[in-house]
């Protein structure tokens, strides 16, 4: 009776073991923490597995929109020293039947983030064996880039050729004003303008004329 009872104790983790250890749906992990925290670095222990699990397991209810996996549905095997670890997940209905590797690799792919900002770590420093790390979200404009570098162009050409055709129209303004200005007889002396009198005739002064009437020989 002793003896079948632990076996029943025994048995369970010793079989999760060779699930663990044997199976092909397992993902390796490896973290490195020193690399990324320096001198705040913590220590791998019991906790820090016992946090993986839990944010597995969160992985997995997000993913299936299940709220039956629990730590005991991911085993962890195959520790060493410099944070490496492997691990599966089991079926919540059947504890001795895995999940297939490419639905846990979608879960993993889809709370990505979460479980590097649980760790403080980023796709670099937690990497997941075979799973290749997660892209962040492409920038989306309302407008193209294109759209608004071409807008500027365009603009500072019709700038340019709005300055060209005022220059050349002031141009041919100043032209015209000169050429009518000769044909009215004005002419530009020392900064001031004289005309012709307005068109008159003028006076009539007899002292400069050289009339012979007055001339005798």
Known sequence: ????????????????????K??????????????????NAYEW???ERFLFQSTL???????????????????VCNETPRVSFVFVVTSPDDPTKLIPKEQVEEAVRKSKHRINSAFLLSDMTLEFVGIPP?????????????????GVVIGA?????????MSTVSKRRRAKDKDAGFADG????????????????????????????????
């Open 1 to 20: 009776m002793l003896t079948a009872v632990l076996l029943l104790i025994f048995l369970p983790p010793m079989v999760a073991q060779d699930l663990c």
């Open 22 to 39: 044997d199976s092909t749906d397992g993902f390796k992990v490896r973290l490195s923490i020193k690399t990324a925290l320096g001198d």
């Open 157 to 165: 050409v019709a700038v340019g050729i709005l300055a060209l055709l």
């Open 186 to 217: 004005r002419v530009k002396e020392n900064g001031s303008a004289l005309s012709s009198l307005g068109g008159k005739d003028g006076v009539y002064n007899q002292a400069f004329s050289n009339d012979d009437r007055f001339t005798q020989l």
């Open 57 to 75: 397991a969160f992985a997995m209810r997000r993913h299936t929109e299940q709220d039956t996996y629990n730590i005991s549905n991911i085993l």
């Open 134 to 150: 997660t892209l962040a979200v492409p920038i989306t404009y309302d407008t193209p880039p294109w759209l608004i570098v071409f």
């Open 45 to 47: 222990n019991e906790s």
